[in-house]
């Protein structure tokens, strides 16, 4: 049988960090195989391409990819700027990918993984066996493949969370697809900008991805009349709402929040809070929002889910991961990020220690290792990536080894938290030593009944 030396180290998805793992694996000698489901490099980037990230072209590039591709004549884009999704692609990810050569497989869609003639159940001779991988390519055609490791950095892009408070699609939701969108719009697109120009839209969520949203929807109304957002919050508005504003060592992200408070405080989007979304309703051409406890929000055109992602691991399912109960991320990392605890956005580095399974020689790298999570950034994936590329080397020292300082929000408040936040024990004042949350008032309300929470941290 082939030696485990003699194959490649699976690297699923051509993203950031697919891409950064692929760098280091050659930098350490192995071999890379990145099978990417998409025609190109960073097909879930792409996707979203208008949107401008809140991290600088400094903490997007990774060290062992730019040593990849100084060869090849790349010039780093300038480092305090920040680039928008497609800039990211077309300015480093792709070039990557094509320094990374016939390592990149586009249009191979990862349909499963097991270890090699060894079913979930079986323990015999389990950890000596390397693993099989099931691909299934565009054209339809079938391919199975052997490789000593795999690094899933496959991401959560596919997989977008629901309009229903209970994690479920609302009753009605998959009905009112053609009205429902799960992504920021992008008005540059003529046709989107008039699917939303001149209407009445919910926007479901409250993290960075509903802030751009709301912002987004503020500079049409601006500009098209009868164009408002109602923001649907499954809480009440306090001051860590908006995130942390100028105690964010990311300033852009802080600055998001701000454009979303903006956008409510001049009139341009409605806050509906202590709302949790039971069903979606549809009479003519309009639809309405209907909350757990009846409350209900009517003529609505559209509504646009943003209520975080979660992990694909469906092709993962003959292997043995350990996963945290709640957010479905590697059970050593889950105390470090879980929302109920805290929602500081500071996690110490972490690396193959916080990533290994029962199962070895997987990992699950980047944004799916957060599982359902919020906060990650790129610096911390390329972090992660490069310790695992060292313990797959055998150099155990440098797996262990942290060569990295991520930046703090300034915020903490509990996001996972239900209702009320609970008060620190005295002189503490929770994981970053940020205030307890002050409720703010700001316009509030809906044209078809409010639900209003005046407790709380946040959706």
């Avoid at 990145?34 to 208008?50: I, K, N, Y």
């Avoid at 990149?104 to 390397?130: C, K, L, M, N, W």
């Avoid at 309405?288 to 009517?298: A, C, K």
């Avoid at 797959?392 to 703090?408: Q, S």
Wanted: with cysteine; hydrophobic share 40%.
């Amino acid at each position: 049988m082939t030696s485990a030396t003699d194959l490649p180290v699976l690297v699923i998805g051509a993203g950031p960090i697919g891409l950064a793992a692929a760098a280091h694996l050659t930098e350490r000698g192995l071999t890379p195989l990145v099978l990417e489901a998409g025609p190109s490099a960073a097909t879930s980037v792409r996707a979203w391409g208008h949107v401008r990230l809140f991290s600088t072209w400094a903490e997007l590039v990774d060290p062992a990819a730019e040593k990849l591709l100084a060869p090849t004549g790349w010039t780093r884009p300038e480092p305090t700027a920040y680039p928008t999704g497609a800039d990211w692609a077309e300015r480093y990810l792709q070039p990557l990918a094509d320094a990374l050569g016939r390592a990149v497989r586009y249009d191979a869609t990862v349909t499963g993984v097991a270890r090699a003639g060894r079913d979930r159940i079986v323990d015999s001779g389990r950890d000596e066996q390397p693993f099989t991988v099931h691909v299934t390519h565009a054209d339809g055609r079938e391919e199975r493949l052997t490789v000593a490791a795999v690094v899933d950095a496959s991401g959560t892009w596919s997989t977008p969370g629901p309009a229903g408070a209970d994690g479920l699609p609302a009753l009605g939701e998959r009905a009112n697809a053609d009205r429902i969108s799960y992504r920021v719009p992008d008005l540059d697109d003529p046709a989107v900008r008039a699917r939303y120009a001149g209407r009445r839209t919910a926007v479901i969520g409250s993290g960075a991805s509903a802030f751009t949203a709301l912002a987004t929807l503020a500079g049409l109304a601006a500009a098209e009349p009868g164009t408002h957002a109602v923001w649907v919050l499954r809480r009440g508005i306090t001051g860590s709402t908006f995130g942390g504003g100028s105690a964010d060592q990311l300033p852009a992200r802080g600055a998001l929040g701000q454009a979303a408070k903006t956008a409510v405080e001049n009139g341009h989007a409605t806050a509906l809070t202590g709302f949790r979304t039971a069903a979606v309703e549809r009479t003519g051409d309009k639809l309405t929002l209907v909350s757990e406890d009846g409350v209900r929000t009517e003529g609505l055109d559209e509504v646009i889910v943003l209520t975080g992602l979660r992990p694909d691991l469906s092709f993962l399912d003959e292997l043995r991961l350990g996963l945290d109960e709640r957010l479905q991320a590697p059970t050593a990392l889950a105390p470090l990020i879980d929302p109920n605890q805290h929602s500081c956005g500071t996690v110490y580095p972490h690396g193959v220690a916080e990533l290994s399974h029962p199962e070895q020689g997987v990992h699950l790298v980047g944004m799916k290792s957060y599982g359902r999570a919020p906060t990650f950034l790129a610096l911390t994936g390329y972090e992660q990536v490069r310790s695992v590329a060292a313990h797959l080397a055998g150099d155990h020292d440098a797996a262990a080894r942290v060569e990295l300082t991520l930046p703090e929000t300034g915020v903490c408040g509990g996001a996972g938290l239900f209702d009320r936040p609970t008060p620190a024990a005295d002189g503490d004042a929770g994981c970053c030593a940020a205030p307890a949350p002050q409720l703010i008032t700001l316009a509030v309300g809906g044209a078809s009944g409010t639900a209003c929470s005046t407790t709380g941290s946040g959706c």
